[in-house]
């Protein structure tokens, strides 16, 4: 068989789904299991002058990795670890490894991933091109800072190398470059040391976004991980109230048999509630509180579980439990609804430590105001970084989950245009990995001219008949 007929669709047309469900489209989808079958379905794409998607797992929660009515190259059967130092943490391997893929290759050697995200399985080529961060920005930064070098497949079949010291400015377009500029097809990336499996992990209880905020100051030097949970319900002086927790690696010594602790198996999350209840079930019960009512009960519950929480010693917790918290209850967001055009959106904002307050707690209330609470909302501290896309900076971030319907879809995306005029006027940016409802004119308020028009010239020069297209990038760059 021919490199170009094994690169060709295992199945046919499919609809190919953002995580988040609320968007789509039907794609041809072609899963390529080698470099040079990438390529090959790259030359057949330019033949038959398609648009082409890479995709990962497609873990983003808006339109960044898909393409309706073009083809989609999902990289996930380039999945091989190439090599890995046990000595100095440095992995190799294809892109299409997934997050989980890595921990469990390293771990076991005393290594974790200096960045992960909420979820083990997004892919490296994803979070390279999205430039993921996890709960310790503040600390190490986002993932494209500790990768030393990649290949990146153009949309010609060329294969180029980039690192710091070569190509630079592609190693630094294409790190959160939406995989527009090319696909990667390799990462070599440095992990961090840890000394067990276990993590010791303390809540801390907070009345508002304020205490919540300097809690993360006072704790920021000492934690290895910091991570704030808000009830975005309550207003007034209860705005932003929730939890803190607060993680640290151990010390070589504080665990008795880190040989134990940190085999793969011992970072299993439980399938069952109680060791009864299967979890891949709870969605359905998660089902029936899905609605204002419901979630104002369940945050009060978890407020009140938080603020017992805050009493108690800190306690051990596996590095897969503590980090990964959204496999925690397989397929829950299928309790937003399972329909086409359905499901949820993440909104998250990045905003200045100067303007950060009073900001979000204006943002809190819009969100009250307009009767579109978010569900969920999620605090991080972060630092900037070198990429040319970046989302990074000195300041905060809040994620908020917004459920959606088919009533109320337009009444949604005009609020959150409503808020991104607010974050943009307090000097704020935008996570494309998230996003779902920014709009052309946007970008260019929060991501600097001459960076923008750098990457739009690297763009030309190795795209230039614009193959490669996502959604996402459909959306805010070729509008």
Same mark, same amino acid.
């Given at each position: 068989?021919?490199?170009?007929a094994?690169?060709?669709?295992?199945?046919?047309?499919?609809?190919?789904?953002?995580?988040?469900?609320?968007?789509?489209?039907?794609?041809?989808?072609?899963?390529?299991?080698?470099?040079?079958?990438?390529?090959?379905a790259l030359a057949?794409?330019?033949?038959?002058?398609?648009?082409?998607a &890479?995709?990962?797992?497609?873990?983003?929660?808006?339109?960044?990795?898909?393409?309706?009515?073009?083809?989609?190259?999902d990289?996930?059967?380039?999945?091989?670890?190439?090599?890995?130092?046990p000595?100095?943490g440095?992995?190799?391997?294809?892109?299409?490894?997934?997050?989980?893929?890595?921990w469990?290759?390293?771990?076991p050697?005393?290594?974790?991933?200096?960045?992960?995200?909420?979820?083990?399985?997004?892919?490296?080529?994803?979070a390279?091109?999205?430039?993921?961060?996890?709960?310790?920005?503040?600390r190490?930064?986002?993932?494209?800072?500790?990768?030393?070098?990649?290949?990146?497949?153009?949309?010609?079949?060329e294969?180029?190398?980039?690192?710091?010291?070569?190509?630079?400015?592609l190693?630094?377009?294409?790190?959160?470059?939406?995989?527009?500029?090319?696909?990667?097809?390799?990462?070599?990336?440095?992990?961090?040391?840890?000394?067990?499996?276990?993590?010791?992990?303390?809540?801390?209880?907070?009345?508002?976004?304020?205490?919540?905020?300097?809690?993360?100051?006072?704790?920021?030097?000492?934690?290895?991980?910091?991570?704030g949970?808000?009830d975005c319900?309550p207003?007034?002086?209860?705005?932003?109230?929730?939890?803190?927790?607060?993680?640290?690696?151990?010390?070589p010594g504080?665990?008795?048999?880190?040989?134990?602790?940190?085999?793969?198996?011992?970072?299993?999350?439980?399938?069952n509630?109680l060791?009864?209840? &299967?979890k891949?079930?709870?969605?359905?019960?998660?089902?029936?509180?899905?609605?204002?009512?419901?979630?104002?009960?369940?945050?009060?519950?978890?407020?009140?579980?938080?603020?017992?929480?805050?009493?108690k010693?800190?306690? %051990?917790?596996s590095?897969?439990?503590?980090?990964? %918290?959204?496999d925690?209850?397989?397929?829950w967001?299928?309790?937003y609804?399972?329909?086409?055009?359905?499901?949820?959106?993440?909104?998250?904002?990045?905003?200045?430590?100067?303007?950060?307050?009073?900001?979000?707690?204006?943002?809190?209330?819009r969100?009250?105001?307009?009767?579109?609470?978010?569900?969920?909302?999620?605090?991080?501290?972060?630092?900037?970084? &070198?990429?040319?896309?970046?989302?990074a900076?000195?300041?905060?971030? %809040?994620?908020?989950?917004?459920?959606?319907?088919?009533?109320?879809?337009?009444?949604?995306?005009?609020?959150?245009?409503?808020?991104?005029?607010?974050?943009?006027?307090?000097?704020?940016?935008?996570y494309?990995?998230?996003?779902s409802?920014?709009?052309?004119?946007?970008?260019?308020?929060?991501?600097?001219?001459?960076?923008?028009?750098?990457?739009?010239?690297?763009?030309?020069?190795?795209?230039?008949?614009?193959?490669?297209q996502?959604?996402?990038?459909?959306?805010l760059?070729?509008a």
């Amino acid at each position: 068989m021919s490199l170009a007929a094994s690169a060709q669709p295992r199945r046919d047309w499919e609809y190919v789904e953002a995580w988040g469900m609320s968007s789509g489209g039907a794609a041809r989808v072609i899963r390529p299991r080698s470099t040079e079958e990438l390529q090959a379905a790259l030359a057949a794409a330019r033949a038959a002058g398609v648009r082409v998607a &890479p995709r990962g797992t497609g873990c983003s929660y808006g339109d960044a990795s898909t393409q309706r009515d073009g083809w989609v190259l999902d990289l996930t059967q380039m999945k091989q670890v190439l090599s890995f130092d046990p000595a100095q943490g440095v992995l190799e391997a294809e892109a299409g490894l997934s997050v989980r893929g890595a921990w469990q290759h390293i771990l076991p050697h005393g290594w974790w991933p200096y960045v992960v995200s909420g979820t083990m399985f997004p892919t490296l080529a994803g979070a390279a091109a999205m430039n993921i961060h996890g709960k310790n920005n503040y600390r190490v930064g986002t993932f494209g800072d500790h990768i030393q070098e990649f290949d990146l497949v153009l949309p010609s079949g060329e294969v180029r190398t980039a690192s710091r010291e070569s190509n630079s400015e592609l190693f630094h377009a294409a790190i959160g470059g939406l995989g527009m500029l090319g696909i990667f097809s390799r990462v070599v990336m440095e992990t961090k040391r840890v000394h067990s499996g276990l993590m010791e992990v303390r809540g801390v209880s907070t009345h508002d976004l304020r205490e919540m905020m300097e809690v993360f100051e006072a704790e920021k030097e000492g934690a290895d991980y910091l991570v704030g949970w808000i009830d975005c319900f309550p207003g007034g002086d209860r705005s932003g109230r929730g939890l803190v927790h607060v993680g640290r690696n151990l010390d070589p010594g504080e665990d008795s048999d880190p040989a134990a602790t940190l085999d793969v198996r011992a970072q299993s999350l439980p399938a069952n509630i109680l060791g009864v209840f &299967p979890k891949s079930e709870v969605w359905r019960a998660l089902r029936l509180f899905n609605h204002d009512a419901g979630m104002r009960l369940v945050n009060s519950v978890k407020y009140l579980a938080g603020r017992l929480e805050g009493m108690k010693d800190p306690y %051990l917790q596996s590095h897969a439990a503590f980090h990964f %918290l959204l496999d925690f209850v397989p397929n829950w967001k299928w309790a937003y609804g399972r329909r086409d055009r359905r499901g949820l959106i993440q909104y998250q904002v990045f905003l200045p430590k100067e303007t950060a307050h009073d900001a979000l707690i204006e943002l809190l209330e819009r969100c009250r105001e307009r009767e579109h609470v978010s569900y969920l909302g999620v605090l991080k501290r972060h630092r900037p970084d &070198p990429f040319w896309l970046t989302h990074a900076l000195d300041g905060w971030s %809040l994620a908020l989950d917004f459920k959606v319907d088919d009533l109320r879809r337009a009444s949604l995306w005009e609020h959150c245009h409503n808020l991104t005029e607010l974050v943009l006027a307090a000097g704020g940016k935008f996570y494309f990995a998230k996003d779902s409802v920014l709009r052309p004119q946007d970008v260019g308020r929060f991501l600097p001219a001459e960076k923008l028009e750098a990457f739009r010239a690297l763009k030309e020069e190795l795209d230039p008949e614009g193959m490669l297209q996502t959604d996402l990038s459909a959306r805010l760059f070729q509008a």
